[in-house]
């Protein structure tokens, strides 16, 4: 369950997501928001439902996906920005600091908070691009950058390095990872020389 602090609060903006592993990176993935009601899709289904193979491509709600909104400048996208709410003030600030950055090049910013289904959103071509600095966990998230990869999009952390989805804080205790994907190589190095590190 991605979004669990919504979940708890009675807000609809959660997902279910679940992803297979082979040699640290996903080959495929489901990621399910049961409250999702922005598609075209059949009524029979409740919600979105996602899935994907690596090399197979993506459906939404048993149909092949396809990207919508050609569009591919920064300034004309609609992004979505997460962080978490478990950090150091340090690490907060850095995260304002990206945002502070990013904000003024593009057409708006949204938070929806759960990151698996923020992912799906870039994967559609409704949103350009989802980033987080995030203490967050590979389950939650690893499907939907499938999905954006399948989809033609590019994922990277914000040094524009492959995703290390296994990589831990310094304590050992939580997975620190961090990530951007985009619907295309234009809008992610735009974000990327935009981002604080």
Known sequence: LDGTRRFRNGIEEYSIALARFENNAPVWGIVYAPSASNTSFPAEYL?????GIRGQGVTLNGRVLEMLNPKDELKDSLILIGWNYQVSKDYFQKDLASLTNVLPACADASRGGSGAYDACKV????????FERSWGDPWSLSAGILFVQEMG????DYRDRPIDYFRKTSDGKRFDIQ???SKNQKIHEAILKRLEV
């Open 153 to 156: 999009g590019v994922a990277s």
């Open 123 to 130: 994967a559609t071509g409704r949103y350009g691009a989802y």
């Open 179 to 181: 990530w951007i994907v």
């Open 47 to 51: 919600g979105e439902l996602f899935a």
